[in-house]
């Protein structure tokens, strides 16, 4: 099994719909993170989360929200999701120790929105 | 601003040559850094890292550079194989202990039979 499991790996989806992306892992990290990828821009941090506790923007939040249901589990939302959310989606993990760390990621998710 | 970026987007190898992936960075607080590869339909997958009080570490066939001077980051890869065909991308801790990993853009390395 995938220590870290993202659902659903593929998803098509009407503009102005909710959306929710869901994340799970094994790796007892207290770190996770929601990052996209678009064709030639890399991949740009969503949101994070440091703790159950914890909830940070990242650098593209706008349009998204997250919910830290439990150490294991962060879930991304599209509140009502428009066409440029169109991508490649990866929940990423890590460890709590300091700032040398390899981040983990999910196999992604890829949405579509139409 | 911070930035992380590749200075080839696409780089082409015959089997067996060695393979240089480059990257320049802008945050000179960027302490650690490391390197991902990504084949086609999969996850970023870890190859190797570095901290910035280092400027060389080696690997399995692979070897980071890091030269803080001019904020230059290098993946050296030995003995290229098909299988090392992919998407390579470099990534920064631009957040110190709150950990934040900044990536590149990517290059594709095609390893030519």
């Known amino acids: 099994d995938a220590d870290v499991t993202q659902t659903p790996r593929n998803r098509i989806t009407k503009t102005g719909k909710r959306i929710m992306l869901e994340c799970s892992q094994t790796?007892?990290?207290?770190?996770m993170y929601w990052y996209r990828q678009d064709p030639g821009l890399g991949l740009r941090l969503i949101y994070y989360?440091?703790?159950?506790?914890?909830?940070n923007k990242g650098e593209i939040s706008d349009g998204y929200s997250v919910s830290r249901q439990a150490q294991a589990k962060f879930s991304l939302s599209l509140e009502s999701a428009i066409p440029n959310q169109t991508a490649l989606y990866f929940c990423?993990?890590?460890?709590?120790?300091?700032?040398?760390?390899?981040?983990?990621f999910g196999q992604g998710t890829r949405l579509t929105v139409v | 601003g911070e930035s992380v970026g590749l200075h080839l987007p696409t780089l082409s190898v015959q089997e067996g040559d060695n393979s240089i992936i480059n990257c320049a960075y802008s945050n000179s607080a960027s302490d650690y850094f490391i390197w991902y590869k990504q084949e086609s339909g999969k996850g970023p997958q870890f190859i190797i890292d570095i901290r910035s009080n280092m400027d060389k570490r080696q690997g399995q066939r692979v070897t980071v550079l890091l030269n803080k001077t001019v904020k230059h980051l290098s993946l050296q890869i030995a003995a290229t194989q098909p299988g090392d065909s992919a998407v390579y991308f470099c990534?920064?801790?631009?957040?110190?202990?709150?950990?934040?990993?900044?990536f590149g853009k990517g290059t594709l390395l095609t390893v030519n039979p």
């Open positions: 790796k007892g990290h207290d770190r």
């Open positions: 990423a993990t890590s460890a709590t120790s300091g700032s040398s760390s390899e981040a983990f």
């Open positions: 990534a920064e801790n631009s957040g110190g202990s709150n950990y934040k990993l900044t």
């Open positions: 989360s440091f703790d159950v506790k914890d909830i």
